[in-house]
């Protein structure tokens, strides 16, 4: 029996389309024993010895493997089984985290930033399925990884649906169109932008710079978010209702 | 390194109060290297040469501890570290289940019900502070059992405040003062009546069996909860508003 923690670390690119979700990768060493060099999530084993909690291992993952400092990060789940792992039975404890895109930046050339969505759902199963000629191959991870991001992006989905857990991706100063962006990127769903500037200011959590960006219309009001933890909504957030 | 499943089993028991939480402990052999003769969670090591998944242990631990098979079973959250077990190095894999009080009869002397916030919240504190002279000293569960029964109830009671998960506490046939004695007993909190029906009622969950019990007022509908999944409410659980 062994035991490691896995991390999928995500940011939203907002270079990409109206804000793209991303998933920080790691290449395993060459002289690795299984899977040399292909890229996976950060993760690693347990040591019994020197980490006195799994949250040690954590931290040392995120040091050693990530390197960014993330504004959140949760256990997901628990996945353990005889085949997940060449090595023998094995367990990973699943975390996610979240990091604004301004703090992101890589620190190694063995890390790459690549689009979450690519990674999971329907692709994780057509790998398992051996389908070699998807075009979608490329997007393999080593052992159950490609599972796992799907059940991390369920997380954060699902999330998004009822908690105001996506401002751990937003930039500290943010306007409420960026905050909306965010939150339709993890929907996959176009939001009704009354409705969901009730929701997030009902929080509490956007405090009011004073400072404004003239664009066509009227000002935009930039907000402070105060990271003080996880707001439940009163109402979750809906699909944008046609007319 | 050992890795366990612990399983925290929950019903409401209508015969106490308005209807009681309650947990299912378990007592530990007479032969056990640690803390034996002790009531605890159902729990038990992961068998790697036989269990292939996490979930082989968890149906292994409910056919041979518990007995009684729940309606609904989720992982909680994993908690690791050098101390919880005197043996050594443990990995814990908390599970929270619910019965209907119907299905919920002992299967074995060796297994009781009690109340569970007894055992969950401040109890568990005290316990750790080693404060050995308060009265809830009778509620310390051996290892650090008390903080996962803390840690079933505080997912069980957030659950509450925005899904229809609850509904796998109740029988099969109820009606929906029924149904929402259950959720005041989880929120910890009366709710307005009929913003209750409407959030449930919304679910799709209750199917009206053309049954009515007459009661001192209007006759009282009885509904068939259909099992299909956990739906989540479009607008959260509230307290009752005072007038």
Redesign the interface.
Known sequence: ???TVDVALFRINPDVGTGQLELLLWRRKADSDTFPNCFALPGGY?F?NT????QDTVSRLIINKVGVEPAHIE?V???????RDPR??S?T?LHLALVPFSRSALVSDEQCWVPARHYANSTAQEQNKGDKNQQNNDHALPFDHNQLVTLAVERLSSKA??TSQPLYLAEPTCSLPELQRIYEELLQNKLHKKAFRDRLLATNLLVDTGKRIQGRGSPTVLYHIQQTGIT?????M?GHKKD
């Open positions: 029996m062994f035991a347990v019994e980490d006195e909690q799994l256990q789940c628990t996945v353990g089984n005889a085949k023998g039975w367990m404890v649906l009822y439940t909504f009163e109402r979750v809906q």
